[in-house]
């Protein structure tokens, strides 16, 4: 079911449990997940093999209902940032935008996705989960960077050598090391991991579904839904599906 690669050079060194997949350029890493999650299972790491972008996806075998699942976002959006800020240069810090999008110095480079089987129930434990992850490495074509001030690329931004190889197979480390972590310790180290890279710091919380809860002293206070917010992710650009630029 793995369609081979067309990109030149070594594959990816994962650890045990991870089985790798690899599609040529034009696949999508998230739709091929989801679409072999039920028949190769968890640890199932789909990568696309592109020069301009990091794309990734990753299998999930989850352990609670679907309303409490989905918090397996952050513990893949924190993978994900400690994996980028082993590669990044000094001074540029990496932060979240709410729940899925993430940045280097303040620009937006990337973000997660998160799908569970359709038709899911919330109080029952999916049969799988996928998080994907997508961070623009190179721009190809697109106005000077000072045009767009908030979009970009990891190139741009000072990460020399940059080596999405290295990234992924460092991602798929702090992955396993998070679920370990939360297994450990429960969600409330994830949680607050996540909320320490917030780009907004303020009074806020996650409940125990991965809404966001906003003090009632706020501007904007009140509850975001998770689930709501995963519909449809903020940092995807829906006519290129890639990062905004």
């Known amino acids: 079911m793995s369609p081979p690669a067309s990109a ?16 040529r350029e034009a696949g999508d890493a998230f739709a091929h997940a989801c679409a072999i999650a039920g028949d190769q299972g968890a640890g199932t790491l789909v990568w696309v093999r592109r020069y301009d972008l990091a794309e990734f996806a990753v299998v999930l075998e989850p352990e609670h209902p679907l309303a409490e699942a989905r918090r397996a976002l952050y513990a893949g959006m924190n993978a994900l940032a400690d994996a980028l800020a082993a590669q990044a240069p000094p001074s540029r810090p990496i932060t979240f935008d709410w729940p899925d999008a993430i940045r280097v110095d303040g620009v937006l480079v990337g973000g997660g996705r998160l799908a569970w089987p359709p038709g899911a129930r919330e109080d029952r434990v999916p049969d799988w989960m996928v998080f994907s992850a997508m961070s623009r490495t190179a721009v190809i074509s697109a106005g000077e960077p000072g045009l767009r001030p908030l ?7 000072g990460f020399e050598a940059l080596d999405a190889r290295e990234m992924i197979e460092s991602f798929s480390r702090h992955l396993m090391t998070a679920f370990h972590e939360w297994g450990e310790t429960g969600f409330g180290s994830i949680a607050g991991r996540w909320l320490d890279r917030m780009a907004q710091p303020g009074d806020v919380r996650l409940a125990g579904n991965g809404d966001l809860l906003i003090s009632q002293e706020a501007a904007s206070s009140g509850r975001r839904s998770l689930a709501d917010a995963l519909a449809t992710p903020s ?8 990062p905004w630029l």
Request: no cysteine; charged share 15%; proline share 13%.
């Open 8 to 23: 030149t050079g070594r594959a990816l060194d994962l650890p045990p449990p991870y089985s790798l997949v690899q599609l």
């Open 235 to 242: 940092w995807l650009d829906p006519a290129t599906g890639t």
């Open 151 to 157: 979009l970009g690329a990891l190139d741009e931004l």
